[in-house]
């Protein structure tokens, strides 16, 4: 198979299990969240800004992630991040989580372990030519199941031996992948040469740039949104236990994880633009269908699967598009792309908390987001004709 002689098959594994703990770390409030509201008293409001704060820490975490990839080079870094992530887990646990302030301050920690997406993305992407790339970043990228790892089994986990205790036992998966990670994981001898801050803002006077951030702030924002907000939304919508809402939310973090890789393929058969236009139109209609809480709970989980998946396959087609567009600025414009994604899904999760605060429900918050996959279609299909007439120079290639 072409695939597996183009790029280093050792190290795309090692990133994918490297993002996969590392996303099942960032999200591991979500699925505990119901337990620590009881114990920490938080009014709706708080627990969406709980699980938010994550999201958007790991956001600006991969901004200065894509700074250091291009300063350390990927595997330096990651090892530097993957370290921080494991001491503050063991202190966190050691020491006791008493407040909502302190609860906020683990949550940055783990945004560290979000920001993972713009170590092991670069990682794999310097490996790989141009017409592998949609393949090998959507297998890499493929590493934010972790998310329903933590949905699994963190509810339980925490309901049998105390979600304070859970923090310190996921620190012992991270160090075994740390470890793989050193071993098996190299930088390739294609990453180019430093970069620096100028860089980025060179980057940033690029209109496609931000096109390429807004598309991924509503694909990545709507998947890692929903994935730290389901719990409490089946929870509170339906009245479910937190194991059951863990599980609901691990099937249709599931169908997220599991659909990215194919995403990318396609996006390499048809193009990302014409992957993403369909995806921006039917993530809209599936938030509108669930903004009217009209379904019972085995309805709604459904709908939300096929939604998530569609979400899924959007991020994989997105960074098909990214070294495209940038390819030599792969490593600057996943820390740029990434921190949106996660300014999204901070988006998302908090203004689903304070929707049902200040209205009783959630529908504005679901409306507003597919609002903004409205315009992300409108965005995609404005910036396509050019963007494929830039392609048609390179036969192997299509956007």
Not at 197 to 208: E, S
Request: hydrophobic share 55%.
């Amino acid at each position: 198979m072409k695939f597996l002689q183009a790029g280093h098959l050792p190290t795309l594994v090692a990133c994918f299990l490297y993002f996969d703990l590392s996303f099942a770390i960032w999200v591991l409030l979500g699925p505990m969240a119901v337990l620590i509201a009881q114990d920490l008293h938080l009014s709706a409001g708080q627990k969406g800004l709980m699980v938010a704060v994550p999201v958007l820490a790991g956001a600006a975490l991969r901004f200065v992630n894509g700074i250091l990839v291009g300063q350390w080079k990927p595997k330096f870094t990651g090892i530097v991040m993957q370290l921080v992530v494991i001491v503050g887990l063991l202190a966190a646990w050691k020491l006791g989580i008493h407040s909502f302030t302190q609860i906020l301050m683990l949550g940055v920690v783990l945004g560290v372990a979000g920001a993972s997406f713009a170590i092991a993305l670069p990682m794999v992407s310097y490996w790989y030519p141009p017409e592998h790339q949609g393949t090998a970043l959507g297998l890499a990228g493929a590493g934010n199941s972790g998310t329903v790892f933590a949905s699994l089994f963190a509810p339980a986990l925490a309901i049998a031996l105390g979600w304070q205790n859970v923090l310190g036992l996921a620190a012992l998966p991270l160090i075994a992948v740390l470890l793989l990670f050193v071993f098996a994981a190299k930088n390739s001898p294609n990453c180019p040469p430093r970069k620096t801050v100028a860089d980025y803002a060179r980057l940033l006077k690029k209109t496609d740039s931000w096109w390429l951030m807004f598309f991924y702030a509503v694909s990545f924002g709507g998947f890692v949104g929903l994935s730290s907000f389901l719990p409490i939304y089946f929870h509170d919508q339906y009245g479910l236990a937190p194991v059951t809402a863990g599980y609901f939310t691990a099937v249709c973090v599931f169908a997220g994880s599991f659909a990215r890789p194919f995403g990318g393929a396609l996006a390499d058969r048809i193009g990302g633009t014409r992957a993403l236009s369909v995806v921006y139109v039917t993530v809209a209609v599936v938030l509108l269908v669930i903004s009217q809480a009209a379904l019972p709970a085995a309805a709604a989980l459904g709908v939300l699967v096929f939604g998530m998946a569609m979400l899924g396959m959007g991020n994989g087609a997105v960074f098909q598009l990214v070294p495209q567009r940038f390819g030599s600025d792969v490593g600057l414009m996943t820390g740029l792309v990434g921190m949106t994604g996660g300014v999204g899904g901070f988006y998302l999760a908090a203004s689903l908390g304070y929707a049902k605060e200040l209205s009783g429900s959630y529908t504005i918050g679901f409306v507003a987001f597919a609002a903004l996959a409205m315009v992300a279609w409108s965005g995609i299909t404005s910036v396509r004709p050019r963007w494929r007439a830039d392609a048609a120079q390179f036969a192997t290639v299509r956007v």
